[in-house]
């Protein structure tokens, strides 16, 4: 708790003459009341009149006259009068304002919801005096920034240690669980998860009981949430908008775990604006999204989603608008219950596959299936479809399946509404229809058939895709293209046999991929991609290839096409950042108009002898150039260089570096020169008190012979170099050692000076 005060006290800065607002935000139950009492305690000695006002969205939600009541509270505790009258809450805007501008005051609004409580509380900064500080608990993010609140902070959740020692308190009375309950202890503060209100709960309900009381309490909460946390996090799904209460319940119950943009696909294919539905949950603490991306939820939240679900036909699943228990839908499928009400399913099945489509195909309502198959050895054995029976609903928006185990869509199968289809290991479906059926899906934008077995794929069954994955579709070997895919933003066909492609007008393409195409020998792009960002080549057969307009291209991959002699780029490319061009057969390349390139890649290119660099690249950070053969180098129009890494260029005898060009590197490799047999930089490390500013391990040996000069007379020296600094490099050491030759041959007079 001492942290969390610290923060916050951090964020107000008292003594600082400004008036500051902060917020405190967090999921129901978190702990938000208790650390802004905890501040408010520490410091109200400090101002001239003081408020906490707890409850806000509760007093304020019937009327205004619950704005009124709040606003009079703040003013009977400043002014320390209880005789105050107004008799609007207009009035009692004007009537605070005067009050607090002669007072620095402290006032804590405790559980905001709404915009207009904070405009009928504490309005603009204007309304108070300097120096006075005003502090906002809500569970709603939104409305701080609505209200142009700046400093905003996260109540963390309790630590093992701190959920524990507080468990204690509540159970024992004592700062840790007595003998013979610390295992006992231990699995309630699991359940709770951090959660502060849970955590105080269950330590009160389990104070005093014998251990098979707790035994049995733990047992049931397994099955049954606790009705005092699930109440109060309820609160901040209550006030959402109908269309967020069901992606709120979809994420609880069936999306948890997936991406944000996976999600987001999924959600507006079944008609929700999920980009704004995500925000509000996240600003409510109703869902959490991780550095990768990763939709999540506390455990609470997810139990209080799926008690939702659950709680009005606690014992009739059939009747729940979402089904996500294996047991409970196979169940409900062998028995041919009503599924009027199911809109979302979730299934992980190990029964008969067609006698599982053939109950799907019941449930009249469902707009998002996600099943995964059991996997079939014994193929030649599978049930097979007939013509009659309806196996998947058509009211399907979404499907997704994993190891889909027959050869073809349900013939019955109109799909109609289906706007996203995503078959994972789909390694028996030789094609979406059967030989001779020839439907438009013409709500399909997503379509993803990941390690299918399709030979052939034509555009026009769905003229509307926006997104095409055949990714490791390795026997695929035509793809049929119309002259126009106006729609299509993202193209995936890696690893497949595509011997030559045209990708004809495709005006709306930003993403291409062509990784591992190891029978492509032709690639006709159009002369404008003019959204095109990335374009993945690797392991390919072109000999050439001509980029075209692609201005707002930032990464560009030609990896391992080991045939290729000529790139042909525009002059300029303003948004290139990553290029990447290694173990191809290019001799010269021009950097040409790169500004922001980053990123250069033409390692193990035997063929390489020239790079071009005209004009300065002042963001190009790491170059690999190893296994060239390059004789020559001038890095002084890359003054950022991070990483460089020249190893086993042979015939590379020259290095043009400029004091302080390389005064940002951190790692530089020239081992296997002539003039280096091992060269290994390390710059920017951290300081070692017992050591210098850098240090250089030199260890030379001469020889008889210099490779490159026979006839030289000079005194031939190599050496095994490791240089490690640990200031910025700007004082130009890594650049000496480099700039006296990489042959071996060697004048004494430049030996001294640079070393």
Not at 35 to 63: C, H, M, Q, W
Not at 187 to 192: D, E, I, L, R, S
Not at 434 to 451: T, W
Not at 617 to 636: A, I, M, Q, V, Y
Request: with cysteine; charged share 25%; net charge neutral.
């Amino acid at each position: 708790m001492e942290t969390r005060i610290s923060d916050v006290l951090s964020s107000l800065e008292i003594g600082n003459e400004d008036v500051r607002m902060i917020g405190i935000k967090g999921i129901g139950g978190g702990g938000k009341t208790t650390l802004a009492r905890a501040v408010y305690d520490r410091i109200s000695t400090l101002f001239e009149g003081k408020s906490f006002v707890e409850n806000v969205r509760e007093v304020s939600k019937p009327t205004l006259s619950g704005l009124k009541k709040l606003q009079k509270r703040i003013l009977k505790d400043v002014l320390d009068k209880q005789d105050i009258t107004f008799s609007s809450v207009h009035d009692g805007k004007n009537m605070l304002k005067a009050t607090m501008q002669c007072r620095k005051i402290l006032v804590v609004l405790d559980d905001v919801d709404r915009i207009e409580q904070l405009e009928a509380l504490a309005g603009e900064p204007n309304w108070f005096k300097p120096g006075s500080r005003i502090i906002i608990t809500t569970r709603d993010e939104q409305v701080l920034l609505a209200h142009g609140v700046n400093f905003v902070h996260d109540v963390n959740l309790l630590s093992q240690e701190e959920a524990l020692c507080l468990f204690a308190r509540y159970a024992f009375q004592k700062e840790n669980p007595i003998q013979g309950y610390e295992k006992l202890s231990e699995q309630v503060v699991q359940y709770a998860d951090g959660l502060p209100l849970t955590i105080k709960v269950l330590g009160s309900l389990l104070c005093g009981k014998e251990k098979l009381e707790w035994e049995d309490a733990i047992d049931r909460l397994k099955r049954i949430p606790l009705k005092e946390t699930l109440e109060k996090l309820e609160l901040s799904y209550v006030s959402l908008e109908d269309e967020y209460k069901d992606i709120f319940l979809d994420i609880a119950c069936i999306l948890k775990g997936q991406t944000k943009e996976g999600a987001i696909r999924i959600l507006e294919s079944c008609g929700f604006y999920a980009r704004n539905g995500l925000k509000v949950l996240e600003q409510r603490s109703l869902i959490t999204i991780s550095k990768d991306e990763v939709l999540g939820m506390h455990d609470h939240i997810e139990e209080m989603g799926e008690n939702i679900v659950r709680r009005l036909h606690p014992d009739e699943p059939n009747k729940h608008s979402r089904l996500w228990i294996d047991e409970e839908i196979e169940d409900i499928l062998a028995n041919h219950m009503d599924t009027e009400a199911t809109r979302c399913l979730k299934l992980y099945t190990t029964v008969n596959a067609r006698l599982i489509m053939e109950a799907l195909g019941k449930m009249k309502k469902l707009r998002y299936l996600e099943v995964k198959f059991a996997i079939y050895y014994n193929w030649e054995s599978d049930p097979k479809f007939d013509d009659t029976s309806q196996y998947f609903t058509n009211s399907l928006k979404y499907l997704n399946s994993s190891d889909y185990p027959f050869l073809y869509l349900p013939k019955t199968f109109q799909a109609n509404n289906l706007v996203g289809l995503d078959m994972k290991r789909s390694r028996r479906m030789v094609q979406l229809w059967e030989e001779g059926e020839k439907k438009v899906l013409k709500n399909l934008k997503f379509l993803s058939l990941f390690e299918s077995i399709l030979t052939t794929f034509d555009f026009r069954i769905a003229p509307n895709l926006e997104t095409l994955i055949l990714q490791k579709s390795l026997l695929l070997v035509k793809l049929c293209m119309p002259v126009s895919c106006q729609k299509l933003k993202y193209l995936d066909i890696s690893h497949s046999k595509l011997r030559s492609f045209d990708l004809g007008l495709t005006p709306n393409l930003q993403t291409l991929s062509l990784e591992s195409s190891g029978d492509l020998e032709e690639l006709c792009m159009p002369v404008s991609c003019q959204k095109l960002k990335h374009l993945f080549i690797s392991y390919s057969k072109l000999r050439t290839f001509d980029l075209g307009l692609t201005p707002n291209l930032e990464t560009l991959s030609l990896e391992s096409s080991g045939n290729l002699e000529e790139l042909c780029m525009p002059v300029s490319c303003q948004k290139l950042k990553h290029l990447n061009i290694s173990r191809s057969k290019l001799r010269t390349f021009d950097l040409g108009l790169t500004p922001n390139l980053e990123k250069l890649s033409l390692n193990d290119c035997a063929d390489f002898v020239e790079l071009q660099v005209s004009v300065a690249c002042p963001n190009l950070k790491s170059l690999n150039l190893c296994g060239s053969r390059l004789r020559s180098l001038d890095l002084k129009l890359i003054s950022n260089l991070e990483r460089l890494d020249l190893e086993n260029c042979d015939e590379l005898v020259e290095i043009n570096a400029p004091v302080g060009c390389l005064k940002k590197v951190v790692r530089s490799n020239l081992m296997g020169r002539l003039r280096f047999t091992n060269f290994v930089f390390l710059g920017r490390l951290k300081p070692d008190v017992y050591c210098s500013s850098a240090t250089l391990d030199l260890v030379g040996e001469s020889l008889d012979l210099c490779p490159l000069h026979p006839d030289s007379n000079l005194l031939k020296l190599r050496f095994c170099c490791s240089y490690k600094e640990y200031l910025s490099s700007s004082v130009g050491n890594i650049e000496k050692l480099i700039s006296f030759g990489l042959c071996v041959c060697t004048l004494k007079e430049n030996v001294r000076h640079n070393l």
